[in-house]
T-cell receptor, first 114, second 116 residues
């Protein structure tokens, strides 16, 4: 398994601003993922972030809105840009444990946009 | 196309009752992986189990058991003698090896309420 931390754990932001969420893992991992979970809903994959390459975005998510960085094998950031109330969600990062096909999730960042 | 269906939106049981959470999946891959996660009110997703498509053996872990049946594309989860601490949202997920990306497809989740 892996121990994953996220910062901030929660935030309240104003419309039109941006927030960067950090995800830190206690071991080197190849694949990291960013998910969004809207209130009372399931998880939706935003993008896959591999170290040393551009993130791969899922349909409905674009880099201008959700830029991602992956500078090394233990860290990634997701920025939610030009926020609107519809961006209010829990944002979770996860990592894939090599050769186990298992993902472990961080505690999530609870974002409220007013 | 791949899909995971959890038809039960919410289930309420009284403590010590057994409860089964249903998960039905669709995939064209012959090699795939199925998962169950628990999301308690704190919000963190807790990994419970992974099952490979080529291993239909059922698994038991304490009060938890899982029944994988390829013939019906189901991967059901049973909690025996439920406890209040089992109250959470439970998600079933699918990952296809053919995708090469380890992406998960999540079901919509089942909210389990265990009443004292």
């Amino acid at each position: 398994s892996a121990v994953i931390s996220q910062k901030p754990s929660r935030d309240i932001c104003q419309r039109g601003t941006s927030l960067t969420i950090q995800c830190q893992v206690d071991s080197q991992v190849t694949m990291m993922f960013w998910y969004r979970q809207q209130p009372g809903q399931s998880l939706t994959l935003i993008a896959t972030a591999n170290q040393g390459s551009e993130a791969t975005y899922e349909s409905g998510f674009v880099i201008d809105k959700f830029p991602i960085s992956r500078p090394n094998l233990t860290f990634s950031t997701l920025t939610v840009s030009n926020m609107s109330p519809e961006d209010s969600s829990i944002y979770l990062c996860s990592v894939e444990v090599a050769e186990a096909y298992e993902q472990y999730f961080g505690p999530g960042t609870r974002l409220t946009v007013t | 196309a791949q899909k995971v269906t959890q038809a039960q939106t919410e289930i309420s049981v009284v403590e010590k009752e057994d409860v089964t959470l249903d998960c039905v999946y669709e995939t064209r891959d012959t090699t795939y992986y199925l998962f169950w996660y628990k999301q308690p009110p704190s919000g963190e997703l807790v990994f419970l189990i992974r099952r490979n498509s080529f291993d239909e053996q059922n698994e038991i872990s304490g009060r938890y058991s899982w029944n994988f049946q390829k013939s019906t594309s189901s991967f059901n989860f049973t909690i025996t003698a439920s406890q209040v601490v089992d109250s959470a949202v439970y998600f079933c997920a699918l990952s296809e090896e053919g995708s090469g990306t380890y992406k998960y497809i999540f079901g919509t989740g089942t909210r389990l309420k265990v009443l004292a």
